[in-house]
């Protein structure tokens, strides 16, 4: 039986790298993000290489879109088994800078998003009786300066992973989160550029506080996701996994 799998934000960076390496699992992945025409990129990467998959534009933190968007995969993919809540957006500014508007856009996307697209698929996995969710948080979970608010809505995916673990556990559903370090990624080069700072510079110093001395690349995490998302991690729930070259809190 092949699986269906949705993956948030999955146009570029991180969530390119794991659609990719589910789609080479042998899943069928729905390549989400708000721009449709970015997301078929990915899909077309996937079917050349041989893999099934189709681009889906919405905006996570839209009740309606989301609910249009799985329905869309259900018809065209089957039903989804697989949600990796990726998707995420950065308006970094100390917090006396920091606007309603920045604080507010991070904590819809980053939560009211993953809260929506697992609440439209769970249904989907109980009746399956078997799904793996897998939701993105970041070694900022543990504080950032400048970071306020993705800091509070990374530490907070966290505690909806654990509940979820709790909640959905009996019906064979699994959920962990993945904190990336510094991951190369169009996200990392734009931070880079704000703080005026050539990337490569950025990343060099970077991977100099890195116990592994390098930065992290979409592999890596897709790798961490490949291994949630398996039949073999069934009895792996509720964890969350800093993959950062090194031990965090």
């Given amino acids: 039986m ?7 934000g999955a146009a570029r960076g991180i969530g390119a790298g ?13 390549v989400l ?59 970094d500014n100390l917090l006396f800078k920091m606007s309603v508007d920045d604080w507010d856009s991070v904590m819809s996307v980053h939560l009211r998003g993953s809260f929506l697209l697992t609440r439209a698929v769970e249904s989907h996995m109980r009746e399956a009786g078997w799904g793996r969710i897998v939701n993105l948080s970041s070694t900022s979970a543990l504080g950032n300066r400048g970071q306020a ?16 673990a709790l909640e959905l556990g009996r019906y064979g559903v699994t959920a ?48 961490a996701v490949s291994f949630f998302a398996s039949e073999g991690a069934g009895f792996v729930s509720g964890q969350v996994l800093y993959v950062a070259g090194g031990p965090k809190s």
Avoid: W
């Avoid at 092949?2 to 948030?8: L, P």
């Fill in 33 to 91: 993000d708000l721009d449709e025409t970015a997301c078929k990129r990915v899909a077309d990467e996937i079917e050349a290489a041989g893999g099934r998959a189709i681009a889906v534009g919405a905006d996570v933190a839209d009740e309606e879109q989301v609910a249009a968007a799985v329905e869309r995969v259900v018809s065209e993919l089957g039903a989804p088994t697989v949600l990796v809540n990726n998707a995420g957006i950065i308006r």
């Fill in 176 to 223: 962990n989160a993945i904190a990336p370090g510094f991951i190369e990624t169009e996200m990392t080069a734009a931070t880079a550029e704000r703080v005026g700072v050539p990337f490569e510079e950025f990343k060099k110093g970077a991977a100099a506080q890195i116990p592994v001395a390098r930065t992290g690349k979409p592999e890596d995490i897709a790798h």
């Fill in 149 to 164: 608010n993705y800091a509070a809505a990374k530490a907070g995916v966290q505690g909806f992973t654990k509940t979820l």
């Fill in 18 to 30: 794991v659609a990719k390496r589910l789609a080479a699992d042998g899943l069928s992945v729905a």
């Fill in 2 to 8: 092949t699986r269906t799998a949705i993956v948030t």
